[in-house]
């Protein structure tokens, strides 16, 4: 066998969902198996040392073609490998090289499983040999006889799972030789016998049967049957207890898909494993696109507080930097805004966030930090902070009220509502001063709270601009065509769905507007929505794809806002993980 024998019967009938690539769905009897066999010179794969390529091509037991070809390594074959194989020297002088052998081969598994007895070692050699050569190495889907047999059965039944041991428990009508094709055959007899015992373990498709020869866990393989049923569309998945507790709340643009992830051997997390041990079922939310679902997801975690959720687990306990309503004001931090606040930051995660902020705009302008309620008619005795010139000592009534509304009060204003130019220039000053006296610890410390103030003044302009729209209607090409559609109300995703092929959105939107949520408007730059929620909205509506339909006023933020920032707030945050720089900007 110099060269390749490539023998093809006919493949009428074939199923067409393999021609594209196999869908993990495609049951087994459907899918299309090409098994192979590889003898080589031993040691690693390094791109050469195939010395014979077997591979039978079968579906639904029926026998479509084969591929067998001995092959020049190139190197001379070790004695053990003659005596094991009884592949000689002088077989393989007339053989062609690997090179020549590969597009015949890679051809024959176009579309197909690769099935092979410890596949880790067989694909290794192909891989290493289309990476030496210059082929593209197709990635299929790959389905290893020997640890699905680990899988399927038990040391009573086979003492090991070598292909001889195997070959002769399912009695196959060729035994292996450790020559390719012979070996392929066997192989392709002991899968189907592996297969007909997979039924009593739930395993149908091709997908199931990959994941089931993995190192799944026992509680994996006994709750996969949660994953039945779902709908492969985009929406959101909710893991609930027996006693119909949400444990779990997830996203994703394909549920069926997405779940069916959380029972094979790639997830690893210790959280999700005690997770599904407690589950009993799964809910599937169909949504109308992936805008809708993440929505979705948020406000389902923040209602139920799944204990499994790490992130966004309570998103309403934000708290807020806010300019106290006094006659010498100070900034307090507190957990909501009421309607007659005008001079506030926000919102943040927690509390150590906002006082970080706070800390920027007290090295920038002099407000007081002290928590007294002060008057005009009394006088206090000053504190440290007065002697050291970081307080302008309202309560010892050394500056006026005006004076102090200049200086410390409009500052804070002007940065939260438009410019931050003067606290963005104070810092900065103080950080070259703090460099220029190698006090490069100190600097950094004001670095942090400069990045903390630009990274909370812009997000807060950035989320008003889109909240005080009362209503704005977007859409973006979906991709099975028609348009999906959001229709956002102060902040809020309101109404969502997608128009069908090929007939105009108008439609599809008018209905969406008439069937919205009704959202009022409110103070602070998140009134009706979490700041989560607005901010995956603003990123959405931001895609380059995504185009604007109508909004009931105009979308944007202040020419010298804090926007014109983002450069600098990158460079700060960058800077953390970096030897300081004076640099300023």
Known sequence: MARAEYVQEALAGLDPAAGAGVDPALPLYATTFVV???????????????????????????????????????????????????????????????????PSFLEFISDAVLVA???????????????????????????????????????????????????????????????????????????HGLIARLGGHRVETVGDAIEFARAVTPVQRRKRHLAEGLPKAPGVYIFRAADDRPLYVGTSGDIATRVRSYFTAGEKRARISEMLAAAERVEAVECAHSLEAEVRELRLIAAHAPPYNRRSKYPERVVWLKLTDETYPRLSVVRSLAAGDQAYLGPFSSRRAAELAAAGFHDAVPLRQCTHRLSLRTVMPACAL????????????????????????????????????????????????????????????????????????????????????????????????????????????????????????????ETIRATAETVLPGHGPVPR????????????????ETRLVEASSGWASPVTGAGRFRDLLTKAENAASHPFSTERS
């Open 386 to 509: 007065a002697e050291l010139g970081r307080c302008p000592a309202p309560c010892e009534h050394r500056i006026t009220p005006e004076e102090y509304d200049h200086r410390a009060a409009a500052p804070f204003r002007t940065a939260t509502t438009s410019d931050p130019q003067v606290v963005v220039d104070a810092l900065l000053t103080r950080i070259e001063v703090l460099s220029r006296d190698q006090r490069y610890e100190e600097a950094a410390v004001v670095r942090s709270r400069l990045a903390a103030v630009l990274r909370a003044t812009v997000r807060m302009q950035r989320l008003a601009g889109l909240t005080r729209i009362a209503e704005l209607a977007a859409a973006r090409r979906a991709p099975h065509g028609g348009w999906e559609l959001a229709l956002v109300r102060h902040g809020r995703l309101a109404g969502a769905g997608v128009s069908p092929p090929d007939v105009h959105p108008r439609r599809t939107l």
């Open 36 to 102: 192979v066999d590889l003898e080589t010179t031993g040691g690693a794969p390094d791109g050469g040392g195939i010395t014979e390529i077997g591979a039978v091509k079968v579906r639904g037991g029926e026998q479509l073609g084969v591929l067998a070809t001995l092959v020049n390594p190139g190197v001379p074959i070790p004695p053990f490998i003659t005596v094991l194989t009884g592949i000689t020297q002088a077989m393989l002088i007339p053989a062609p090289p690997i090179e020549q052998v590969l």
């Open 529 to 544: 929505a979490s700041a989560e929620e607005s901010e995956r909205i603003l990123s959405w509506l931001e895609r380059r």
């Open 117 to 191: 007895h410890n596949a880790p070692y067989d694909v290794g050699f192909l891989k290493a040999a289309c990476a030496k050569h210059g082929y593209r190495w197709p990635n299929p889907r790959v389905l290893d006889t020997a640890a699905l047999a680990r899988r399927v059965l038990t040391r009573d039944e086979v003492p090991n799972r070598k292909l001889g041991t195997l070959a002769a428990y399912f009695r196959t009508a060729t035994q292996p030789t450790h020559r390719a094709l012979d070996d392929a055959k066997a192989t392709v007899d002991v899968l």
